[in-house]
T-cell receptor, first 111, second 113 residues
Framework: GQNIDQPTEMTATEGAIVQINCTYQTSGFNGLFWYQQHAGEAPTFLSYNVLDGLEEKGRFSSFLSRSKGYSYLLLKELQMKDSASYLCAVRVRAAGNKLTFGGGTRVLVKP | DGGITQSPKYLFRKEGQNVTLSCEQNLNHDAMYWYRQDPGQGLRLIYYSQIVNDFQKGDIAEGYSVSREKKESFPLTVTSAQKNPTAFYLC????????????FGPGTRLTVL
């Protein structure tokens, strides 16, 4: 099976930077996704990494190291609307493009 | 507009009753998924289907059933055998190209009284 770990909660100040780490143990790794989920709503896709390195998309960046089983999501210039849960999900090379999700990291942005 | 719809948004049922949650997509996606989310937790896979008339159990299939008679529809039945059915249920489908990321419907919050 897969094991995915991420911190439960983080707090940061508006305008600052926050880094959310995700570690995973899996066989047949075939990509890592980050999703944002506001309370009571559906997750929305943020980023995807399958090769080592950094992917930048506006204020959000995601990094992957396959050898270390490690990823992070970097949120820059934090805004109040960034207060949400951030879900790390790993896809394995198996039928159905199945994803296994971590427990999510709740980020609270304070003024 | 293309998307995934789930209805209803909120659902209340008495203990011991079966209930069916609707999931419809007009994105022409082949693969569809059902997840369960408990408060403060991540998503857990219940069932998934890669093609019409075929589906597989996920990690927590006990007490649930599905059907896939049409490409657009993937209803989930929560049966009385599910011991703790109160949760937020999310349906998703997967793109055929790009990153094959999963798109999610708005979810149904089921409360069993």
């Amino acid at each position: 099976g897969q094991n995915i770990d991420q911190p439960t909660e983080m707090t940061a100040t508006e305008g600052a930077i926050v880094q959310i780490n995700c570690t995973y143990q899996t066989s047949g790794f075939n990509g890592l996704f980050w999703y944002q989920q506001h309370a009571g709503e559906a997750p929305t896709f943020l980023s995807y990494n399958v090769l080592d390195g950094l992917e930048e998309k506006g204020r959000f960046s995601s990094f992957l190291s396959r050898s270390k089983g490690y990823s992070y999501l970097l949120l820059k210039e934090l805004q109040m609307k960034d207060s949400a849960s951030y879900l790390c999900a790993v896809r394995v090379r198996a039928a159905g493009n199945k994803l296994t999700f971590g427990g999510g990291t709740r980020v609270l942005v304070k003024p | 507009d293309g998307g995934i719809t789930q209805s209803p948004k909120y659902l209340f049922r008495k203990e011991g009753q079966n209930v069916t949650l609707s999931c419809e997509q007009n994105l022409n996606h082949d693969a569809m998924y059902w997840y369960r989310q408990d408060p403060g937790q991540g998503l857990r896979l219940i069932y998934y289907s890669q093609i019409v008339n075929d589906f597989q159990k996920g990690d927590i299939a006990e007490g649930y059933s599905v059907s896939r008679e049409k490409k657009e529809s993937f209803p989930l039945t929560v049966t009385s055998a599910q011991k703790n059915p109160t949760a937020f249920y999310l349906c998703a489908s997967t793109t055929a190209g790009g990153y094959n990321e999963q798109f999610f419907g708005p979810g149904t919050r089921l409360t069993v009284l």
